[in-house]
């Protein structure tokens, strides 16, 4: 393919999927060895309810009430997750499956009652995003890439993503040895000075940053998926948290690279028309990945206690 | 200057906090309805080693976790040197129960002993080469230099064990806090542990630890603090590990062929 059709059609949603994959695939590292892989899964449902009300209330579907509203719901569950396990004496896991999916059941409701069909905001999009349709118009070939008029084109999502990236690679680095401390063992970490209550909350935070700066481009499936996937087949590949971090950030770029390539084109391959869901297809092979890691992983066998 | 407080049993109680490496005082812990340690006073004794021992559920570990903050307690305050806990945690040295933890974690022996570096790293400051030599020198102290660059999850429980022990060591306390060193470690291990702890003891620091065989008590320990949720005795060995203190604590937990054993070997 030639960079005239590339760079406008399939260079920014392949940035975008790369971003996204990795943005999310780093803090889930930490949540899949403290056992709480499903935040990001309740993260990604929550945040819809919070999304339909910020449209309600402001009529359009722009980016900063948006992310304002989704931020809001995730709070909310947070806070209502760790009343529902204090009040209701409920292991976590349980809490979370409950609020998760009224949360996300009362926002399907919500959408469904409000007049959302003159914009682009339905249950479909809440769950496969609209990457295909993040096209750079103003792009003639790679030559755009250091044309400012162009430049000046680039969908709005690309560089909101990339910044959501560095700034959660930035957390992850700078609270490197309290978060890998307190991960490993809580209760030395905390007579260690490691205030491990707001740190565990930082990072659910940033995690649901990146799941709510992602949820816009590409929904909810890609973000549950990177949560999980990638780290956990990071895991198979080594013995340390150093090393499962580049391979879960491996990991995310391949699942995406390859996932929008073959979403775009492999249907035109096997000789149909249509192409699938970039989605679909890049959440897919993260779980292939996975599957593969648990079968041929170096370090799938551990010691046992 | 020692301050006259309120007597109790008829002794004057004096406020010895400022010389204890570890005091607690009115500790009360709660998971529910019932208190799992109710107004508890201890005074570590300087320079010694000190057994908590109690029945099983006696809030031995609570009674620690709570000291350390690691548990937020209901009431109750522990100090260092007379000053509060939080403030001293460069002093202090915690090994938690090896079973507390999930062995399986992606790292390294050498990595684990690093954390007990952490209070000097900081977040940002580079492992140097005395950092290195440093943690290596205390898996040395445990038998352990050979396993350095092992994953954690390859190690038997005495091992690990020995690793939580090292990583302790890195952090050049004066007070030394462990729950439970002794479970499920092999005998090689376990002599190991005690003679590091009677090193550090020797080196003057204090040790105090969780410790459950009752038959080892008066071998390995100085001192002995006797609790079941209340505070039962407090005091040098001689004097507070009596089969009467400890049918006391454990009610008729105890046969009376294990009084009769530990009161040959208390002596």
């Known amino acids: 393919m030639s960079g005239a059709e590339f760079v406008p059609l399939s260079l920014v949603p392949m940035l975008i999927g790369i971003c996204v994959a990795v943005a999310c695939a ?17 993260i990604s449902h929550v945040i819809l309810p919070g999304i339909v009300v910020a449209f309600l209330l402001t009529g359009a579907v722009t980016t900063w009430p948006m992310l304002f509203g989704a931020a809001g719901a995730a709070v909310v569950a947070v806070v209502v997750i760790e009343a529902v396990v204090r009040l209701g004496r409920i292991e976590p896991g349980a809490a979370m499956g409950v609020i998760f999916t009224a949360m996300f059941a009362a926002g399907v409701l919500l959408l469904e009652q409000s007049d959302t069909s003159s914009v682009h905001l339905d249950v479909e999009h809440a769950l496969y995003g609209n990457l295909e349709s993040l096209i750079w118009l103003d792009a003639v070939g790679w030559s755009s890439l250091f044309d400012r008029q ?15 990236l560095l700034f959660v690679a930035a957390f992850i680095a700078l609270f490197w040895r309290p978060l890998k401390i307190s991960t490993f063992d809580e209760g030395f970490a905390r007579t260690v000075g490691i205030r491990t209550g ?33 780290p956990a087949a990071a895991r198979m590949m080594t013995n340390r948290l150093e090393h499962q971090l580049l391979w879960s950030a491996v990991f995310a770029v391949v699942s995406a690279v390859a996932g929008y390539t073959l979403a775009a ?41 | 200057m020692s301050i006259s407080l309120a007597a109790e049993h008829g002794k004057p109680l004096v406020d010895d906090r400022a010389q204890s490496p570890l005091a607690i005082r009115g500790m009360t812990v709660s998971y529910g309805q019932k208190p799992a340690v109710f107004s508890v006073d201890m005074t ?17 570990s609570t009674l620690l976790k709570a000291a350390l903050g690691i548990l937020t307690p209901l009431a109750g305050t522990a100090t260092v040197l007379g000053k509060p806990v939080a403030t001293q945690r460069h002093r202090i040295a915690y090994v938690p129960q090896r079973a507390s933890v999930d062995w399986d974690f992606p790292t390294r022996v050498i990595d684990v002993v690093l954390m ?13 080469a005395t950092h290195r030599a440093k943690a290596a020198e205390c898996l040395a102290r445990v038998g352990m230099e050979d396993f350095a660059q ?10 690990q064990q020995r690793v939580f022990l090292a990583r302790a060591l890195a952090q050049d306390a004066e007070l ?54 209340r505070r039962i005795a407090e005091g040098p060995v001689a004097e507070a590990f009596t089969p009467r203190i400890l049918q006391e604590a454990y009610g008729g937990r105890l046969a009376t062929a294990q009084m009769d054993a530990i009161g040959a070997s208390a002596g």
């Open chain 2, 150 to 159: 092992r994953q954690i999850g390859q190690l038997s429980g005495g091992q």
């Open chain 1, 198 to 230: 707001p740190l565990g909350f930082a990072l659910v935070i940033v995690a649901a940053i990146a799941a709510v700066a992602a949820f816009d481009a590409v929904g909810s499936i890609i973000v549950i998926a990177m949560f999980i996937c990638p």
């Open chain 1, 265 to 305: 084109f492999g249907p035109l391959w096997l000789g149909l028309s249509a192409s699938v869901s970039a989605a679909g297809m890049i959440a897919t092979l993260s779980g292939i990945i996975l599957a593969l890691a648990a079968m041929f992983g170096p370090h799938r066998r551990r010691g046992a206690g």
């Open chain 2, 116 to 128: 007990g570096l952490y209070p000097q790293l900081g977040l940002l400051g580079r492992i140097r």
């Open chain 1, 26 to 42: 780093l803090p889930g590292n930490f949540l899949v060895l403290r056992k709480q892989a499903l935040i990001g899964d309740a």
């Open chain 1, 150 to 164: 162009a430049l000046a084109g680039l969908p709005v999502e690309l560089p909101r993503m990339a910044a959501t």
């Open chain 2, 176 to 229: 030394y806090l462990l729950d439970e060193p002794f479970a499920g470690v092999d005998a090689a291990t376990e002599k190991a542990i005690i003679s590091v702890l009677k090193s550090l003891r020797d080196a003057g620091k204090t040790v105090v630890a969780v410790h459950h065989d009752l038959s080892t008590v008066a071998e390995y320990f100085d001192d002995v603090f006797i609790i079941n949720t």
């Open chain 2, 44 to 60: 570590v004794r300087a320079g010694a080693m000190t057994a908590i021992i109690g029945p099983n559920g006696a809030g031995k």
